[in-house]
């Protein structure tokens, strides 16, 4: 169905009319805590420059900027664009056949546009975690009066309480966001129904103009939003989709964490500014910015952070347990055998068989192998990682180490032992050396012992790994992320 000949459409700082094939953009004499529309010299700048920038994305849709004359004298301005047909719009073909096809294309369009952008200084002061902290907190403070009314005061108390905890362990992860040249400038405003999926290609329209620093940044803070608005309308998979999509076509690796982070940064945006539609009586708009505000939240929950200590006596399955753990989660894997073998200087599949605290195996070596664990842990959290750490975790006081270590750098500890019948255990463990393609150098006599001298670890939630390997990774999960397993 064509769209009809003359329309209009609005937004809580512009109003667009549209005639034919044509579409008038007018921005609204306001002024708000963001910008600054008021007078109509305000008013013909900001329609240059968002003539200017949008160029950059669709330089075939932004036409220029015209003069409404009254009298003779020069009343406002519009922006004059091409206007597209709606049936393209992407939040449209959320709903049809095309949509894996048009988010995979879009996908590609906005990492062609970051690669094109080069690292920006200016970028890359706004995208230290310093500032963004700040960004946060002058949102938390704009959305101080809708507490209580459009939202929930206490939602947003926790929001702002894990926005803090995220970013106080992070400097390491924002230090080389910048330092890898992922500050740049970008959109700042990616919505699904600004985007116009045609033959040639996709349109991506309405740039963030009006403040060219909330347009810099992290690449990723600039994709979150529009990950933010897929999830909202077509689900977690599709918008999971697309940042795997644009980071296929980017070449670029990003944090989940940081990635959950950002969307949660951006779904609090669009919480506050359904909170100033609302106030402009915006039909459905205090019921979107609960919806918005609740995403946030959900986002900061999953970007938290988690060392996972994965333990138990040899052949109870901790390793196989650790390993699929690390497989359905996407959590970094680190194994005490091989961290064990790095520091000897031995290769990973090379044995040396020793007696209980012999050789290799000696207590100060044993010390060397723990601490180097949680150093390359603590490093990999700061950087935005989660981390299953597979070791037999048997002494108390490399556990408050690991503790310790979590605290440091604002992370969350999810402690796990694996208990097995020491017979059965006995028996895995003399498959394993049969077969001789496992790193560990453990046998059933040293087994015994060790689960005979392991200090209690009442901290630990126990797994019984007498069930399948698919089994106690479901009830693993649901200890580490909260999600309930299936059975």
């Keep these: 169905m064509s769209d009809p000949y003359a329309a209009i459409a609005e937004t809580h700082i512009s109003t667009v009319f549209f005639a034919g094939d044509r579409a008038y953009k007018m921005l609204k004499a306001v002024r708000t805590g963001f910008l600054d529309h008021s007078t109509v010299e305000q008013r013909a700048r900001a329609c240059r420059r968002e003539v200017e920038v949008n160029r950059r994305f669709a330089p075939d849709v932004y036409l220029g900027v015209s003069e409404i004359r009254e009298n003779d004298r020069v009343a406002d301005y519009v922006i004059v664009m091409r206007r597209q047909p709606s049936d393209r719009r992407l939040s449209s073909l959320l709903l049809t056949a095309e949509r894996d096809d048009a988010v995979r294309q879009v996908a590609r369009a906005v990492a062609t546009f970051h690669a094109a952008q080069p690292p920006d200084p200016r970028a890359g002061e706004l995208a230290s975690r310093d500032a963004l902290a700040a960004l946060w907190h002058h949102n938390f403070t704009e959305m101080e009066s ?222 060397r192998v723990y601490r180097e664990l949680l150093a390359r842990a603590q490093l990999l959290l700061g950087l935005g990682e989660s981390v299953v750490i597979d070791a037999s975790w048997t002494t108390a006081q490399s556990r408050v180490a690991a503790r310790d270590t979590a605290t440091n750098v604002h992370a969350e500890l999810v402690e796990l032992r694996c208990v097995l019948d020491p017979d059965v255990a006995a028996g895995r463990i003399e498959r394993r050396l049969a077969m001789g393609n496992d790193t560990s150098d453990a046998t059933p006599e040293i087994a015994r012992r060790l689960a005979a001298a392991a200090a209690p670890w009442p901290e630990a939630e126990l797994l019984d790994t007498s069930q399948t390997p698919d089994a106690v990774v479901l009830r693993a999960r649901a200890a580490v992320t909260g999600v309930p397993s299936l059975e």
């Design 146 to 367: 809708f507490a209580g009314g459009f939202l929930d005061a206490d939602v947003l108390s926790e929001i702002r309480s894990l926005t803090d905890n995220y970013l106080a362990g992070r400097g390491p992860l924002f230090s080389s966001r910048i330092a890898n040249g992922f500050a740049r400038d970008g959109h700042g405003d990616l919505l699904a129904d600004d985007i116009f999926c045609l033959l040639d290609g996709p349109r991506v329209l309405d740039c963030l103009a009006f403040d060219d620093d909330l347009r810099l940044g992290d690449v990723l803070l600039d994709v979150a939003f529009l990950v933010m608005d897929l999830e909202r309308q077509a689900g977690t998979e599709v918008a999971h989709r697309f940042l795997r999509w644009y980071e296929e076509f980017s070449n670029e690796h990003h944090p989940r964490s940081l990635a959950d982070h950002y969307v949660a940064y951006r779904a609090l945006v669009r919480a506050k500014i359904n909170c100033l539609r609302a106030e402009q009586g915006s039909e459905g708009a205090a019921s979107d910015a609960a919806v918005l505000l609740a995403m946030s939240r959900a986002h900061l929950r999953s970007a938290v952070p988690r060392l996972v200590l994965v333990g138990g006596a040899p052949g109870t399955g901790k390793s196989t347990t650790a390993r699929g753990l690390s497989a359905a989660t996407g959590y970094l894997l680190l194994t005490s055998d091989e961290v064990r073998k790095d520091l000897v200087g031995i290769s990973h599949d090379q044995h040396a068989f020793a007696g209980l605290g012999e050789g290799i195996y000696v207590p100060s070596t044993s010390d």
